[in-house]
């Protein structure tokens, strides 16, 4: 005999092992490619920007602290080609903004004043030292930006340049101190209230980027407080420098 007995269950056994393990692999794929059917694309991207803020005329009650006062904005962007190289991205999302101040600064603290107004000044740390104070901005944020691709927009894989606006609606904010009292106890504050802050942000900006990434400016033109802010701050302003992912 060509083959033995033990030699014919081998060349059995190889061959149903084979047949097995080609069907496991086909419907491996037919799996792969149903779900991928299946499985819904998101009509836009997320972008994420991260910066720090720069407060202009400010009150020297509020000493500016670059590290404390960062920026983050998480959005869903979606794009809309309305030329070669032109896109139109709006966006919705939100924007959380710190302002942080030198250690040693006032705090804010209501009183009143000599015809017994409500007031918001500022106030020291009773008998300790001042560790950290921070304001904490945050809004519903809605960007628009023009982008020009210069290598077109079937590609998109290259050099662009965006420029837009943005208004926002402030939705929450707070302060958070950490400081020292007088017994050397380490101590944490967080108070929640509107502070005089401007309920509306309007602003523009301007990017440039390589694929998925970006550096950007932001500026706005309405002033952080109300005019019943704090003392000191009815005309403070702000803008926001940073670096910018999409396509999460």
């Known amino acids: 005999m060509l083959?033995?007995?033990?030699?014919?269950k081998k060349i059995i056994f190889a061959f149903f092992a084979g047949l097995l393990l080609t069907s496991g692999q086909l419907a491996k794929a037919q799996l792969t490619e149903e779900v991928k059917k299946k499985t819904p694309e998101l009509p836009g991207q997320i972008m994420l920007d991260f910066g720090f803020n720069s407060s202009s005329n400010q009150p020297t009650n509020l000493p500016y602290h670059w590290w404390r006062s960062k920026s983050v904005g998480l959005y869903f962007v979606k794009s809309f080609e309305f030329a070669k190289k032109f896109e139109l991205r709006p966006g919705i999302g939100v924007s959380l903004e710190k302002f942080g101040h030198s250690k040693n600064m006032e705090v804010f603290a209501y009183g009143e004043d000599a015809d017994?107004?409500?007031?918001?000044?500022?106030?020291?740390?009773?008998?300790?030292?001042?560790?950290?104070?921070?304001?904490?901005?945050?809004?519903?944020?809605i960007p628009v930006?023009?982008?020009?691709?210069?290598n077109g927009n079937e590609k998109k894989d290259g050099l662009f340049l965006a420029v837009g606006g943005s208004?926002?609606?402030r939705f929450e904010?707070?302060?958070?101190?950490?400081?020292?009292?007088?017994?050397?106890?380490?101590?944490?504050?967080?108070?929640?209230?509107?502070?005089?802050?401007?309920?509306?942000?309007?602003?523009?900006?301007?990017?440039?980027?390589?694929?998925?990434?970006?550096?950007?400016?932001?500026t706005y033109f309405t002033n952080i407080f109300y005019?019943?802010?704090?003392?000191?701050?009815?005309?403070?302003?702000y803008s926001t420098i940073g670096i910018s992912l999409t396509g999460l």
């Open 173 to 218: 904010s707070h302060t958070k101190i950490k400081y020292q009292d007088e017994f050397g106890n380490k101590m944490k504050d967080k108070k929640k209230n509107d502070f005089g802050l401007n309920k509306i942000r309007l602003g523009a900006s301007a990017r440039l980027g390589y694929r998925s990434f970006s550096v950007f400016y932001k």
């Open 167 to 169: 208004a926002a609606y």
């Open 227 to 237: 005019s019943s802010g704090p003392t000191g701050t009815a005309d403070m302003t």
């Open 116 to 141: 017994g107004t409500d007031t918001l000044g500022f106030s020291t740390v009773l008998g300790g030292s001042l560790k950290k104070n921070q304001l904490a901005v945050n809004y519903f944020d």
């Open 145 to 150: 930006e023009i982008r020009f691709n210069f």
């Open 3 to 8: 083959f033995d007995r033990y030699t014919m």
